[in-house]
């Protein structure tokens, strides 16, 4: 984390008594704030309670925000200083949180010119782990994080195909592939035999962590390999393209290369799991080829039109339930704190502190939370939208919800009864939702042509 080196301005009289008095960062929970006069730039300080409070916390993060876009150095870097003495890299949950916000602060500080004293001495650069095969299917399976979505969507496809000779399946997948092996061990074990497997996975060019450490090609040898030991036949091709244009590329060389065949009885499934939201969802103007009217649409509108021209056989999303498409920085660095603390404080469930994983896991965190706060325009790809949205937007394009069988929801039981109690699972008309001590996490829904 970065180092605070220089000496106090003078401007933060009123903020050295509460450095002074959290320099021991064990105790800063136990530390009052003093009420005597209020803080440069604050209506009031009453409401600010307990300065490690996490509500506090996330008032200084929302009136720090404030200072640097309007420019306010010497208010910014007042609470930048209490900020770095209140929330160290290796404190609790919470303080890990606000130290992450912290500084992806800074770094946005630093790309817009304010508080150039405290960016001096900042690493601006964020390692994030490339993993092994075996290295990210056992960082998966450590939280429902993920297993949650592949085991829901492997229940709903696994019975929208049932009787089909050939399994088409399009994968827009965050996790490089790891939700294909458990799916080929239940096609695998079909009575009437396995089908073939055609797998199109989209080779997104973005670099998204987390990271893999081999090639698509040697990745699409590997799940061949594995494919082959279970009797299952599978072709495998990736499609390079980016989700800055809806990945039309996938699309269009869908078309183009006529991989897509139902004529042949082929099921269509498109897989998409934690990848729609880097979709820009801002509108576009988009000529119409045989008139010369233009239309306006996002390119999550165009992306989901372009799935319905393909009539699939069924289209699972499964995603992370939160919102952080606001233009307005305050209303995002919100939006994120009070999602962002869940995979904080499951962490301290099952990884020890120091343990390598938990380094990979957590920088994967303040990746998300660097990109929400710090980046603007093209570079901001983190723009999580509620399921709501996504509903809305699936019935926009005549999809109908599908919904999950009793049986895949007691394998997404199962599956959550191996984690931590803290875990949950709630239906939500017919789509499933994973909690964390009853907060929302993740959704996944299930979708056919009309």
Not at 77 to 97: E, F, K, M, T, Y
Not at 173 to 190: E, F, G, K, N, V
Not at 360 to 373: H, L, M, Q, S, T
């Amino acid at each position: 984390m970065m180092q605070f080196t220089e000496s106090l301005p003078p401007q933060v009289s009123p903020f050295s008594s509460l450095i002074l008095m959290n320099k021991n960062r064990t105790s800063t929970n136990n530390n009052q704030i003093q009420h005597a006069r209020p803080w440069p730039g604050f209506h009031t300080s009453k409401n600010l309670g307990n300065i490690g409070d996490t509500n506090c916390m996330e008032q200084l993060l929302v009136h720090c925000a404030n200072a640097i876009e309007s420019n306010d150095a010497t208010l910014a870097q007042q609470i930048l200083w209490v900020l770095n003495n209140i929330a160290p890299p290796d404190g609790d949950s919470n303080q890990r949180l606000t130290c992450g916000f912290l500084r992806a602060l800074i770094i946005r500080a630093a790309k817009i010119g304010t508080c150039k004293l405290l960016t001096a001495n900042l690493n601006h650069s964020m390692e994030t782990h490339k993993f092994s095969i075996i290295e990210l299917a056992s960082f998966v399976d450590l939280t429902p994080w993920h297993r949650f979505g592949f085991t829901a969507a492997n229940g709903a496809i696994l019975e929208a195909v049932e009787g089909y000779s050939i399994i088409h399946i399009v994968d827009f997948s965050l996790t490089h592939c790891m939700q294909i092996p458990t799916l080929i061990d239940a096609i695998s074990t079909r009575v009437e035999g396995p089908p073939l497997v055609k797998l199109t996975v989209a080779g997104a060019t973005e670099d998204l962590p987390p990271m893999l450490d081999l090639s698509y090609e040697e990745l699409g040898a590997k799940l061949v390999n594995f494919a082959r030991s279970r009797n299952v036949m599978m072709e495998f091709r990736v499609i390079p393209s980016s989700s800055s244009d809806g990945f039309s590329n996938v699309i269009e060389q869908l078309r183009v290369q006529n991989l897509i065949r139902p004529e042949n009885g082929e099921a269509l499934v498109i897989n998409c799991h934690m990848m729609l939201h880097y979709i820009p969802e801002e509108t576009t103007v988009v000529p119409n080829r045989f008139t010369s009217e233009c239309t306006t649409n996002s390119f999550r509108t165009m992306f989901l039109k372009a799935i319905r021209n393909l009539d699939p056989t069924i289209v699972v999303l499964v995603d992370e339930d939160a919102d952080f498409t606001s233009n307005n920085l305050v209303c995002r660095l919100r939006s994120a704190f009070n999602y962002l603390w869940i995979p904080y404080d499951t962490v301290d469930t099952f990884l020890p502190r120091g343990s390598k994983q938990r380094q990979w896991y957590e920088a994967d965190i303040c990746w998300k939370i660097e990109n929400v706060i710090a980046q603007e325009g093209l570079q901001r790809l983190e723009r999580l939208e509620p399921k709501s949205q996504w509903v809305q937007r699936m019935r926009n394009e005549n999809f109908r919800n599908s919904g999950f069988s009793e049986e895949g929801v007691t394998e997404v039981k199962n599956m959550l009864d191996e984690h931590a109690a803290g875990w949950g699972l709630k239906r939500d008309d017919e789509d499933l939702v994973l909690t964390w001590k009853g907060h929302n996490v993740v959704f996944a829904t299930a979708w056919v042509s009309l």
